[in-house]
């Protein structure tokens, strides 16, 4: 089935640098990813996502690039800060279903600890 | 400002014990996913909903679990009976998407239910 995988699994950064997440993914079919934050306690939250049309996006301190000849989708925090401690996951639609490629595949996960 | 609700946050249940999660989506949101994480397996998703009818469960253990949609603002997923390998946190999330098109959407998330059954 296709396969999503994550690293580093852990990553700490001083307050103030920039850290770089990277997710491999194996469904050259795949057209959406998503990366999504969660806090202790709390449900994933929406960070920023990229379709399969672009290889670069870019929020608030936050950039998605894609790379669709390798499979590799990468987020980019600049500038970290103290709430940016949190498990990050990326997602991506690569499970086909019946209906329409609704289903996301989460990677396994980057507990990013900032550092002050 | 909208958000997924789910009920209980927690329960604490004993092994044979039946239990009921409850979600309310987003309103508006025509898709609802049901998902377990634990730290082994990471999230999983177990089944999903457009227009309250069931689009896929497979993901989901047929013998002891059952979601369904009574209405739009209401969806559930029961175990019964529970098992200690049940225990997880489960969410709910829900969006809003179209059948057959090509391409995936944002996923709003709930904040989960902390099982643990003894």
């Known amino acids: 089935g296709e396969n999503v995988e994550q690293h580093p699994s852990t990553l700490s950064v001083q307050e103030g640098d920039n850290s770089i997440i990277n997710c491999a993914y194996s469904?050259?079919?795949?057209?959406?990813f998503i990366w999504y934050k969660q806090e202790s306690g709390k449900g994933p939250q929406f960070i920023i996502d990229?379709?399969?049309?672009?290889d670069k996006r870019q929020g608030q301190r936050v950039t998605v690039l894609l790379n669709k000849t390798v499979k590799h989708l990468s987020l980019q925090i600049a500038a970290t800060q103290p709430g940016d401690s949190a498990v990050y996951f990326c997602a991506e639609n690569g499970a086909i279903s019946n209906f329409g490629n609704e289903k996301l595949t989460f990677g396994t996960g980057t507990r990013l600890t900032i550092i002050p | 400002d909208a958000r997924v609700t789910q009920t209980p946050r927690d329960k604490v249940t004993e092994m044979g014990q039946e239990v009921t999660m409850r979600c309310q989506p987003i309103?508006?949101?025509?898709?609802v996913f049901w998902y377990r994480q634990t730290m082994m397996q990471g999230l999983e998703l177990l089944a999903y909903?457009?227009?309250?009818?069931?689009?896929?469960d497979s993901g989901m253990p047929k013998d002891r679990f059952s979601a369904e949609m009574p209405d739009a603002t209401l969806a559930t997923l029961k175990i019964q009976p529970s098992e200690p390998r049940d225990s997880a946190v489960y969410f709910c999330a829900s969006g809003f998407g179209t059948s057959g098109t090509p391409t995936g959407n944002e996923q709003f998330f709930g904040p989960g239910t902390r099982l643990t059954v003894l």
């Open positions: 909903f457009r227009n309250r009818a069931p689009l896929d």
């Open positions: 990229i379709r399969s049309n672009m």
């Open positions: 309103l508006g949101h025509n898709t």
């Open positions: 469904n050259s079919a795949s057209d959406y």
